[in-house]
């Protein structure tokens, strides 16, 4: 039986149903899930395995869910990183009728094929969710419901800058409590510091890094590759960045009108553009046409296929790019 991830919120649904496959991407999810609706109802009751120990010893583990001394009271059990291979093992489980067993199977993807996903989506008896990764409206809610159990305020366009840093929610997980650890007591953050926080320092030269080629401006860009010795490793990096960089340009060429300023544009973009890119990139819209944005997103995608055929060759083709900025004229709208 298919359900909505959303429906194990759902007390009634829990006690009526034994065996569930919990699958996708999105494993920080299954795991508050569980955390939340499972784990509480079985206090200590509660054993983790993995498909190889239950594989490597069925016998024994089939033995053990049959003792009934064992489950005097209701258990949990949870098997992680499942397969195709334990299928047949749940199978004679669940035929078995054993009372007082809970069984929670996790895995990743699964693909549509999957005989493990269709008998749990056949079977009236079991229930199957798929947990896909977190849309920019799911970790806004998961983020803000988060900072308001600590009593910490966050504006929303700093929140955008540590959801779009984050883009997961194991992610934002992990950078959320670094702002609960380092600002306890605090009830506000300032922007700043949330940048310096959240903001490795490579993270800050790379970006720099592509600012200044996209603002033309050799010196600036000479002191930073000077001044770091780091960038020959992040060839990849420095591409992915240039990428989302210039695909956010390239929306915000496309919504300038004639009779629209360019700061209610950058204003209004969505997801909200972090304070301190703003004048960056109001001097980037000025310089490019739509045209020459487009063009410079195809040696892009060109150079990353050179790259990862050939990475001995990365090197020189990255500064190549990088310093070719430097010598073209300025290109109005």
């Known amino acids: ?44 009751n509660t054993y983790k395995y993995t498909e190889s120990e239950v ?35 749940i199978k004679r489980i669940i035929e078995a009728k054993i009372p007082q067993i809970k069984i929670i199977l ?27 990764d977190d849309d920019y409206k799911a970790l806004n809610f998961y983020a803000r419901e988060i900072l308001k159990k600590e009593g910490i305020f966050v504006s929303s366009q700093d929140l955008n800058f540590l959801i779009n840093k984050s883009k997961n929610r194991v992610n934002l997980k992990s950078e959320l ?18 940048f310096k926080l959240i903001s490795n320092s490579e993270d800050i030269q790379i970006s720099e890094l592509i600012d200044e080629c996209l603002l033309k401006n050799k010196k600036k860009l000479l002191n930073i590759i ?28 496309q919504s300038i009108n004639d009779n629209e300023n360019i700061d209610t544009i950058i204003s209004s973009y969505k997801p909200p553009i972090f304070w301190k890119e703003k004048p960056v990139i109001k001097e980037q819209l000025k310089i490019y046409s739509l ?41 109005n709208n």
């Not at 996790?106 to 199957?128: A, G, M, P, Q, V």
């Not at 045209?291 to 790259?307: G, Q, S, V």
């Open 1 to 44: 039986m298919i359900i909505k991830n959303i429906e194990l919120d759902k007390k009634r649904l829990i006690a009526d149903i034994n065996f569930f496959l919990l699958y996708g991407t999105n494993s920080e999810l299954i795991k508050e899930k569980i955390k939340k609706n499972f784990i509480p109802l079985f206090s200590n």
């Open 55 to 89: 594989i490597s010893n069925s016998e024994q583990f089939q033995e053990e869910l049959s003792n009934k001394s064992f489950f005097e009271n209701e258990k949990l059990i949870i098997i992680n990183h499942v397969s195709e291979k334990i299928l047949e093992i």
């Open 106 to 132: 996790i895995s990743n993807l699964l693909e549509k094929k999957s005989k493990l996903r269709n008998y749990f989506e056949k079977n009236t008896d079991t229930i199957i969710s798929a947990f896909y």
């Open 177 to 194: 409590e670094k702002l609960i650890l380092y600002y306890k007591g605090k009830s506000k953050i300032s922007s700043i510091n949330i």
């Open 226 to 253: 000077n001044e770091n010795n780091n960038f020959e490793d992040n060839q990849i990096l420095i591409i992915k960045s240039f990428l989302i960089k210039l695909k956010r340009l390239k929306k915000l060429k």
């Open 291 to 331: 045209k020459k944005i487009k063009d410079i997103l195809l040696k892009l995608n060109n150079l990353e296929l050179i790259i990862k055929e050939n990475s001995q060759v990365s090197n020189h083709v990255i500064n190549d790019f990088i310093f070719s900025f430097t010598h073209e004229r300025t290109i």
